[in-house]
């Protein structure tokens, strides 16, 4: 039977399991939306819900937030990203998951305008955020000052290249329905390219918490 399946040399490696999902680089995780769609009857999201189905992990990120929790994140082709909190490792139980996908995105010209982002009186940050009249509450930080941003350095391998990301953001979030739409806020800078210090991009993405349950390896 030597030789059925191709020359021993050329055999690939398994990819290696990343996360508490346990899902490598090019495997798929399959996405129940059900719970959300019921939760959310009767709101008004401010981009289509997503649709249930394969989610195909084109890169994965981790970011060690303090001494036990992980931010574990897994992105597609299309720059979704599933992200979680848990230990880190495979296997591991997982205290919170939630999706995310591209709303808008704004490059600033020049310091003037990162100033009015994310200088001492930016707008990422405030209590609320006004986004074209979808109003949004700060979820991050309680009082009606500005309150500081949430820094932390994420590692993303795609299986070819593996970078460092700075990342700062901001949690906002309105009701829909019984659930909750979630609006993140994030400015990322790429710790090895030749990005201004401030960074290259202010990206948001609308989201939405999820159970355990509703997320499976394939």
Excluded at 199 to 217: M, T
Aim: net charge negative; hydrophobic share 35%; proline share 6%.
């Amino acid at each position: 039977m030597i030789g059925w399946f191709g020359r021993k040399g050329e055999d690939k490696p398994l990819p290696e399991e990343r996360g508490p999902l346990a899902v490598g680089i090019g495997g798929a995780i399959d996405i129940d939306f059900l719970s959300l769609e019921a939760n959310a009857l009767g709101g008004d999201p401010s981009m289509a819900l997503p649709l249930s189905g394969p989610f195909i992990v084109a890169a994965y990120g981790q970011a060690q937030l303090d001494a036990t929790s992980v931010l574990s994140r897994y992105y597609d082709d299309e720059h979704r990203m599933i992200q979680t909190m848990s230990g880190g490792k495979p296997g591991d139980a997982i205290d919170d998951i939630s999706f995310y996908h591209p709303w808008d995105s704004v490059v600033p010209s020049g310091a003037q305008a990162w100033s009015r982002w994310t200088g001492p009186q930016g707008l990422i940050g405030l209590p609320r955020y006004d986004a074209d009249g979808i109003l949004f509450e700060r979820f991050w930080g309680e009082g009606d000052e500005r309150a500081p941003l949430v820094e932390f350095v994420e590692t993303v391998d795609d299986g070819e290249t593996t970078r460092s990301i700075h990342q700062s953001c901001m949690l906002y979030y309105r009701p829909l329905g019984q659930s909750r739409e979630m609006l993140l806020i994030n400015v990322e800078r790429d710790l090895g390219g030749v990005q201004s210090q401030t960074g290259s991009s202010v990206e948001f993405l609308i989201g939405y918490g999820l159970s355990p349950a509703d997320v499976r390896r394939v």
